[in-house]
């Protein structure tokens, strides 16, 4: 494609990017430290904000009282020169609520709760996931404010809450257990925001990513008889009298955890012909769903003195793009009533997956690829299939009919004190900043 960015411009963007990689590394290692776990965003938020409004203008939507988005924008001054593009990345980390992490992570990892840098190389996974796409994405914008450009079209730059895949279920209620998107809905729906375009910004290794999956969660709850352990029949060594009446599960250890623990292992085998049968090549990528269970309960720890006579499951399945869960469901019930097993099936989470349409989202993909051309001197690298079969929010621009596609640096792992973590280059940060930089000033032009 034709470049309509001059050469000057160009020049004057790089520059200020390269003289200032050390502050866009300080930035972001301020802003990575400011924790952020799923459904507490709020410190990061005010912090964002502040530094955004001093340098763009900028507005926090509150989603509640510890929840807010950061939203600015620049540019608008020629709309006819270009297109309006939405920038997203997501404020929200899986990890870093030391309360939820217990019965997640097998031990603390620096990792989870801090963000630092060694060398050239800066560690945490608030950097990977998601503020070093995003803080590249900022830098962007303002390398092209401090160049003196004036971009036709808005760019909107957008910091949202609640991209973590969570739903309330039992007791966890309230906007505090939101997301699966929660935040860019809120800012699609009533946040006043809409763009011809949109790039969620996230480690993809350099490629475009064009679809996403969806996401169902269901709840598996199973029933039994309460055993008193000093009351229970052991089963003996002779395994047909250690099976019930129909012949089914029941004739091992009674109760219905010892019936989920059976369930999973079958879940399991399930998962892997699951993700075998659903898998597809899109031509742009290979989407490839996967299931597991991620959580049980059962019992109370405090008195573990009765095989309990209830038990729940809690199943992810990554949904093939423009597909319901009720396949799902249902073959998964099929599953577990085939090998004696009567659950209570719930779905709790449900967000639905999309495939960028190809002509609507070309100009952006093409526009990507010059750009990745013009900053790192090759062609975009087709995605891995992790990266396209994941949430990510593109799923919800596409489902609104914003021309999305999911695009960012480069993640990798190295040792740290002899531990191996997630972490990203200095360059491919700023590389990002260039890319981003390049991407708004074709999509939005310039105002002459």
């Known amino acids: 494609m034709t470049s309509t960015v001059t050469e000057s411009e160009w020049r004057s963007v790089c520059e200020y990017i390269d003289e200032t990689t050390e502050e866009l590394v300080e930035f972001l290692l301020k802003f990575a430290n400011k924790q952020s776990p799923s459904g507490h965003e709020r410190d990061a938020s005010d912090f964002l904000a502040e530094w955004m409004d001093q340098r763009f203008g900028a507005r926090q939507q509150f989603l509640s009282e510890h929840r807010a988005n950061v939203v600015g924008s620049i540019g608008g001054h020629d709309p006819a020169a270009g297109h309006s593009l939405i920038y997203n990345a997501h404020i929200d980390t899986a990890f870093g609520n030391e309360s939820k992490d217990e019965w997640i992570t097998a031990e603390p990892h620096r990792v989870y709760y801090e963000s630092w840098r060694d060398g050239d190389h800066l560690y945490g996974d608030d950097i990977a996931n998601d503020k070093g796409p995003m803080s590249a994405f900022l830098w962007a914008a303002l390398a092209i404010g401090e160049s003196g450009i004036e971009l036709g079209e808005e ?3 957008t910091a949202v809450a609640g991209e973590i895949q969570s739903s309330p279920v039992d007791e966890f209620q309230g906007p505090e257990f939101f997301g699966t998107g929660f935040g860019t809905r809120h800012l699609l729906t009533q946040g006043g925001i809409t763009g011809e375009y949109a790039v969620v910004a996230e480690t993809t290794d350099y490629a475009i990513g064009r679809m996403e999956c969806g996401l169902a969660q269901f709840k598996l709850v199973f029933t039994d008889d309460v055993e008193y ?6 089963p003996s060594g002779d395994e047909s009298e250690n099976q019930g009446e129909d012949g089914g599960h029941n004739g091992t250890f009674p109760g219905a955890l010892h019936d989920a623990c059976r369930a999973v292992l079958l879940l399991d085998e399930w998962a892997a012909d699951y993700r075998q049968t659903n898998s597809q090549d899109f031509g742009h990528g290979v989407n490839r769903p996967s299931a597991g269970v991620g959580g049980m309960r059962s019992g109370v720890p405090y008195s573990p003195g009765h095989a309990p006579g209830k038990a729940a499951v809690y199943l992810t399945v990554f949904l093939p793009p423009n597909r319901r869960p009720e396949f799902v469901r249902d073959e998964v019930r099929e599953l577990l ?10 779905l ?11 002509q609507a989202v ?4 093409d526009t990507i690829d010059a750009a990745h051309g013009t900053v790192r001197g090759d062609a975009t690298p087709l995605p891995d299939s ?11 621009f596409n489902e609104v009919g914003v021309p999305a596609v999911t695009f960012g640096p480069a993640r990798t792992t190295e040792e740290y004190s002899g531990t191996k973590h997630r972490c990203m280059h200095v360059d491919d940060l700023a590389a990002a900043a260039k890319l981003y930089a390049y991407v708004a000033l074709e999509m939005c032009g310039t105002a002459e």
């Open 155 to 157: 760019l909107h730059l």
């Open 229 to 234: 352990w000093p009351r229970l029949e052991y």
């Open 337 to 346: 009533t085939n090998a004696g097993f009567e659950p209570d099936i719930e």
């Open 348 to 358: 709790y989470n449900f967000g639905r997956g999309y495939v960028a349409d190809d």
């Open 362 to 365: 070309a100009p952006l993909v």
């Open 386 to 396: 992790a990266v396209v079969s994941m949430w990510r929010d593109i799923n919800l």
